[in-house]
């Protein structure tokens, strides 16, 4: 029996490290803190906060549930389950708009990764030791006003993806990455203590949880609402293609809570680690996509062992973009794999070589191509609101409506363990609170 439970808990335990592996990444550090800081503070976070648990717990549940159920890659599990229970084979369109985003998504993180690993190197060679705010913020300037650099980073950063996603090591690095999730937490705490010594610790804390209320807008929601999908991985199938690898014993509302805990509690850190040197160096919290970039190098100029730290936080940041990279990459080679005649490693090769193409638009926006393309949005912007704010969310919704109206109640009620009082309100939430906010959310930030 021992044997047997351990058993049970090792496979859980793994399961929740690998969903984790995919949600933390550039997510939680860069893009959570440069939201913050773009969206005027708590306003957005007490937002996002109620959007994670209101809408990002119930959509994670459903994504589980329906890979659980199909056992297959997202499309063909939607086209099976419809089929199944006498709804359209359109229903699949959502695992296709989920390999769309998964695409789209990768070209821009790619660009993000690298500054991450050309940050790691600057770690190692010194280049950001001794350096007031200004010549970080120079260092940083100049790393984006050079189209070459950029290229050079995006382009080292896919070559990893493609050589981990094309030699299968995926499984070495997820075990690396069990060590490193538990390192980046640690290294987080030291960030937000060396925070708490530059005396404005109390103005960050302020500025993330006391909400000024007259910031919030529409748009502010939606923003909110598309970070608390993206830094979830939903909304593209990931977390369905996860689902299929899960044993019919998980508890997939409990395990959903704990990834979701040890998600916010990454962004939380970062955003209490960041927020103190922007105010005591008096840079503003609006500064954008470079904000981590512009800021943490400056507490690592400064503080003892600053070096190591700083090559370590740059190194397991970079190590956390791979993994969430690799989850993003895997759709779109299946989907190339199943629909055409090619192998695994050309598969591999074509997706990545879109994605790096697609890659050299967005860093593009940074330097030489920085205006507006369409709505007033540069390559780089288009593509992450595009994905955040439309694709994720629909995608989101499309499988919540699918679990909640289209499968039957009674054996999703039991597949989750609920008993009445529990069945009622996941009813309510399922079918209502979660869809009607997606919707409310969609159409009030859009117009
Ligand atoms: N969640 C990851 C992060 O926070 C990024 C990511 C991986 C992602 N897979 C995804 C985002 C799927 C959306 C959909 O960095």
Redesign the pocket.
């Known amino acids: 029996m021992a044997k047997l439970s351990h058993a049970q808990w090792s496979s859980k335990m793994t399961f929740i490290l690998a969903a984790a592996g ?7 550090i860069w ?1 959570f803190s440069y939201m913050v800081g773009d969206s005027g503070g708590a306003a957005f976070v007490l937002v996002y906060l109620a959007c994670v648990a209101l809408v990002g717990l119930p959509i994670l549940v459903s994504e589980w549930l329906i890979g659980r159920r199909g056992q297959k890659n997202p499309i063909n599990t939607m086209a099976e389950l419809a089929t199944q229970h006498g709804k359209s084979k359109a229903w699949a369109a959502i695992g296709i708009s989920g390999v769309l ?2 695409f789209l ?1 990768l070209s821009f ?1 790619s660009v993000i990764g690298g500054w991450s690993l050309s940050y790691t190197l600057g770690s190692v060679t010194g280049a950001f030791s001794g350096q007031d705010a200004d010549g970080i913020s120079a260092l940083f300037t100049g790393m984006l006003s050079s189209p070459g650099t950029l290229l050079l980073w995006h382009s080292i950063f896919m070559l990893l993806v493609i050589v981990i996603v094309a030699r299968g090591v995926t499984k070495g690095l997820e075990a690396a990455v069990r060590t490193m999730m538990p390192a980046l937490l640690i290294l987080m705490l030291v960030l937000v203590g060396y925070g708490m010594t530059t005396g404005h610790f109390g103005e960050a804390m302020s500025f993330m949880f006391n909400p000024d209320w007259s910031a919030l807008s529409g748009g502010v929601v939606l923003a909110a609402m598309g970070q608390a ?8 199938g ?2 369905m293609a996860y689902g299929s690898y899960l044993g019919q014993e998980v508890d997939l509302i409990g395990t959903a809570r704990t990834v979701i805990i040890l ?1 916010t509690v990454v962004a939380l850190l970062a955003g209490m680690a960041i927020f103190p040197i922007v105010f005591a160096n008096g840079l503003s919290p609006g500064e954008g996509p470079g904000l981590i970039f512009v800021t943490l190098p400056l507490a690592f100029g400064s503080m003892t062992g600053g070096t190591i730290l700083g090559l370590m936080f740059f190194l397991l940041l970079t190590f ?2 791979l993994t ?2 690799i ?2 990459l895997e759709p779109v080679v299946e989907f190339l794999e199943e629909r055409t005649s090619l192998t695994r490693v050309p598969a591999t090769l074509i997706s990545a070589i879109l994605v790096w193409l697609l890659g050299i638009a967005a860093l593009l926006s940074f330097n030489v191509w920085d205006g507006p393309v369409a709505f007033g949005f540069n390559t780089f912007d288009l593509l992450d609101n595009f ?2 704010k439309i694709l ?1 969310p629909l995608t989101g919704l499309g499988a919540i409506v699918f679990v909640a109206w289209c499968l039957d109640r009674a054996s999703v009620q039991r597949e989750l363990g609920l008993g009445s009082t529990g069945g009622t309100l996941w009813h309510i939430t399922s079918r209502y609170i979660a869809p009607i906010g997606v919707i409310c959310v969609f159409v009030g930030g859009l117009i």
Do not use: E, H
């Open positions: 995919s949600a933390v990444g550039l997510g939680n893009r985003a998964a998504i993180y999908f993206f830094t979830l991985s939903l909304g593209m990931i977390m998600d956390a973009a969430s990279a989850s993003l994905t955040s994720l």
